[in-house]
C-alpha cells in the first residue's frame, strides 16, 4: 500500500542495492545497523532525505557516488530529520545537512572511510551533532557558513583533518574527544567568529588548534596535551580570540 507520513516502516535485514529517497515524513528503522545494509554502488546519494520530520536509523550504509556533494546520508530542505546509530562505510560525505535545513539530529553514528568529510553541515542550522565516532576520513567533521550548532561529545580520532569551521558562527563545540589526526585537531577559518570551543581533548595531532583569519572565539577548559604545535593563529585579527571563561577567567590545560 502506499506509504503515508507518520508511519514506521521496519526493514528486515539484508543488503539493498539501491539508492533510497525518502520524500514522507516517516520512521526508516533497520533491524540491525550490522547487517541491515544499503549499497549506492558508487552512484549518487545512498539516502537522500527531502521531507522533515523523518527518523533514519539502524543501518549500515556504504558505497555513495564520489561526485562533490555524494553523500551516505544527503538531509536538504529539511528540518528535524534523526539520523541515528547508522555506520556509514566508504563514502564521498557520510553524512551531509545543507541547504537551509535545521534542528536536525546526528547522533550515535559510527562513521569511517570516507574520502571527503565524515559529516559535513552546509548552509545549515541549529542541528545537534553528538555521540557520532569517526575514524579514517579525511575531513572529519565539517562546518561551513553555518551557526547555531552544537557538536557535542563526538569521537574524532585518525583523520586527515579534525573538526573545521569555515566561515561560520555562534556555533559550540564542547565534550569531543579529538585525537591522533594527522593535521589539524579544530581548524578555524574564513570569518569564523564568536564561537565556544570548551571542555575538548586535543592530542596527537600535528596542529591541536589552528586558527586562520577568525576572530573573537571563545576557547575554555580544553586540554591540549602532546601535539606537534598546540596552536597557531595567524591572519585577521588573531589577538580578538580568547583564551578564558570570560565568567570564571579560567584558561585551557596546556
Not at 115 to 120: H, L
Request: hydrophobic share 35%; with cysteine; glycine share 8%.
Amino acid at each position: 500500500g502506499e506509504t503515508l507520513n507518520n508511519q514506521t516502516i521496519r526493514v528486515d535485514a539484508g543488503t539493498y542495492y539501491e539508492n533510497v529517497v525518502i520524500k514522507k515524513r516517516i520512521s526508516l528503522l533497520g533491524e540491525n545497523r550490522e547487517t541491515t545494509i544499503i549499497d549506492g554502488q558508487r552512484m549518487g546519494n545512498v539516502v537522500s532525505v527531502e521531507d522533515s520530520n523523518v527518523t533514519f536509523s539502524g543501518f549500515t550504509v556504504r558505497n555513495s557516488g564520489h561526485e562533490k556533494l555524494d553523500s551516505g546520508i544527503s538531509i536538504q530542505f529539511a528540518w528535524r530529520a534523526r539520523s541515528e546509530e547508522n555506520y556509514v562505510v566508504n563514502c564521498n560525505i557520510g553524512i551531509l545537512a545543507s541547504t537551509m535545513g535545521g534542528d536536525d539530529l546526528i547522533r550515535k553514528n559510527h562513521i569511517i572511510n570516507c574520502s571527503d568529510t565524515g559529516i559535513s553541515v552546509l548552509a545549515a542550522f541549529d542541528n545537534m551533532i553528538e555521540e557520532n565516532i569517526l575514524v579514517n576520513n579525511n575531513f572529519s567533521l565539517i562546518l561551513s557558513a553555518c551557526s547555531g550548532n552544537t557538536l557535542r561529545d563526538n569521537s574524532v580520532s585518525y583523520n586527515s583533518k579534525g573538526i573545521y569551521l569555515y566561515a561560520s558562527m555562534d556555533n559550540v563545540i564542547t565534550g569531543n574527544v579529538i585525537v591522533n589526526n594527522t593535521k589539524y585537531g579544530i581548524l578555524l577559518a574564513e570569518y569564523s567568529q564568536n564561537n565556544t570551543i570548551t571542555k575538548n581533548y586535543v592530542s596527537g595531532n600535528d596542529y591541536g588548534v589552528y586558527c586562520m583569519d577568525s576572530e573573537e572565539n571563545i576557547f575554555h577548559h580544553n586540554s591540549f596535551v602532546t601535539n606537534d604545535n598546540q596552536a597557531y593563529l595567524t591572519g585577521y585579527k588573531p589577538e580578538s580570540n580568547i583564551w578564558h571563561d570570560p565568567l570564571s577567567n579560567e584558561g585551557n590545560y596546556w
